[in-house]
């Protein structure tokens, strides 16, 4: 309840507290929980009828309302001094015996709540740490009603919290792409897809999962802003446990997970796994293994940005930029590439289960099982380092734009603000009426030949970039065209 306002007062009539601007079926239960915790605290139930009025109206009740309803009632009843209370923000989920829960989504609350002009905020002490990483939020930690209502008649309650120091930081690095042998194309694809923010597509039997692990280390840090609002995502999730770092995030759902869990909920509002991977990594292991639905479901992610969800009388919309990492064997079988038996048709149906993402993949590359004496490849910081120089360049011809990444930049504006050598123009046309690319495969190769042209260092992609971009969309599956 980011949004939401209670307003309480006390009217002469029969003894209760009624409250407004909640589903009838989900006040019945708050109420039958706050109650018994009010008397278990040792305070009196009101006397008095008290009205709490919810603004605006909710369609769906949040337990973290608990606190703020049960306070805002005893100061209406004249139990607590309403002037205590007033500038305020109380958050928590009330247990039958006082207890103050933790609950879920404290950080994006707190954020509201500083944004709103409020400071201080009242939370369970189990999410004060996480409350406290909010700049200017004044955090009161707090442990059980009773406490609340002795502290607020004494007017003694204060901030308690004590800053424990930073957390933990992890390296970019704790997983190094010298650790995967061999693979040379693999790790080249990788390095253009995080200069230039284009998605991924590895086939084949080899550490695909090793390389997408890999793929959060090489790309820029995650800027202040954006590093809030992955925090705010995960909190929202019920992950409190990452804090705003640099780190780009990596989900990696389940082929077994559900829409909810890959997509978000609206009943729950939660975010998926899609919005747990915005501004980092979503790599789908074994792609074709996800239900269809789920497949087409996220091409609206990687088009717009964003998951908009409906249902229950409301819409809610979560943050979903983030890099995509397929993974495919080449048949749907366990056994071994030398050892499957698998029709040509039946390997002709597994992929085409991910023709519709596929369309909008512009790199692609074989997976090997590589030989593990084979000597190291570049550790993640030298390929980071030519990551993050290529991305300076984009963003430096991209300022007066509103895009970050070449990926970002929309078909026509490639032809018209960024054109490419005439060389390379030749080639890639070239390509287009040998039926090798479509159209829109036209518009990903001209991204990539930017992105290999900004990793090169030179001022606009030449013929060799729009020959490598070609050779990156081809893959590993050769003169197939899309």
């Known amino acids: 309840m980011t949004c939401a306002d209670t307003h309480a007062g006390a009217a002469p009539g029969e003894a209760g507290v ?10 019945w239960p708050a109420r039958a929980r706050i109650r018994a915790a009010i008397c278990n605290s040792g305070t009196p139930w ?43 923000v109380f958050l928590g989920e009330l247990a039958l015996d006082g207890q103050i829960r933790p609950i879920r989504g404290v950080l994006p609350m707190v954020a509201a709540a500083v944004r709103a002009g409020i400071s201080t905020v009242v939370v369970p002490a189990a999410c004060a740490r996480e409350a406290a990483q909010v700049p200017g939020a004044v955090v009161i930690p707090v442990t059980r009603l009773g406490d609340v209502v002795d502290d607020l008649r004494r007017g003694t309650l204060r901030n308690h919290h004590h800053d424990h120091g930073p957390e933990f930081a992890p390296s970019p690095f704790a997983v190094d792409l ?9 790790r080249r694809a990788l390095e253009v897809c995080a ?23 090489i790309l820029p840090p995650l800027t202040d802003q954006a590093a809030r609002q992955v925090a705010e995502i995960y909190s929202l999730a019920g992950h409190p446990g990452r804090a705003p770092g640099i780190t780009p995030p990596l989900s990696a759902p389940h082929h077994t997970s559900t829409a909810a ?6 009943a729950g509002n939660r975010p998926g796994a899609v919005s747990l991977a915005h501004r980092g990594v979503l790599h789908l292991a074994d792609a074709p293994e996800f239900a269809r639905p789920a497949l087409d479901g996220l091409c609206r992610p990687l088009d717009s940005g964003q998951v908009h969800l409906t249902g229950l009388g409301r819409s809610v919309r979560y943050p979903a930029r983030f890099t995509l990492v397929l993974g495919a064997r080449p048949c749907p079988c366990p056994e071994r590439r030398e050892e499957c038996a698998c029709m040509p048709e039946v390997k002709r149906r597994y992929r085409a289960r991910l023709a519709l993402l596929l ?21 993640s910081a030298t390929v980071a380092a030519r990551v993050l120089d290529a991305r300076d360049r984009a963003a430096h011809r991209l300022a007066d734009t509103p895009w970050r990444t070449n990926a970002e930049i929309p078909a026509p504006n490639l032809r018209t603000r960024f054109p490419v050598s005439p060389e390379a123009a030749e080639l890639l046309r ?3 009426n040998a039926g090798l690319v479509t159209a829109d495969g036209l518009s990903r190769l001209l991204r990539v030949a930017w992105t290999l042209a900004d990793l090169r ?26």
């Open 261 to 266: 869990a890959i997509f978000g909920s609206v």
């Open 178 to 186: 010298a650790d995967v042998p061999g693979n040379p194309a693999a």
């Open 18 to 27: 009624h409250v407004v601007g909640l589903p009838e079926l989900s006040v």
């Open 359 to 379: 369309s909008r993949v512009a790199v692609r590359a074989p997976v090997e099982q590589g030989d593990t004496l084979a000597r190291a490849g570049e550790p």
């Open 46 to 88: 009101p006397d008095t009828q008290v009205t709490v009025t919810v603004t605006p109206a909710l369609p769906i009740y949040n337990a973290a309302a608990d606190l703020a309803l049960a306070v805002a009632a005893l100061a209406a009843a004249g139990l607590i001094p309403p002037e205590r209370i007033t500038g305020r």
């Open 430 to 432: 070239s390509a287009t």
């Open 195 to 217: 200069a230039g923010g284009h998605h991924l597509f590895l086939s084949g039997d080899g550490p695909a999962t090793m390389l997408a692990e890999r793929l959060p280390g």
């Open 457 to 482: 260092g030179v001022d606009r992609p030449q013929a060799d970039d729009a020959a490598g971009a070609l050779d990156l969309w081809k893959g590993a599956d050769g003169d197939a065209a899309r």
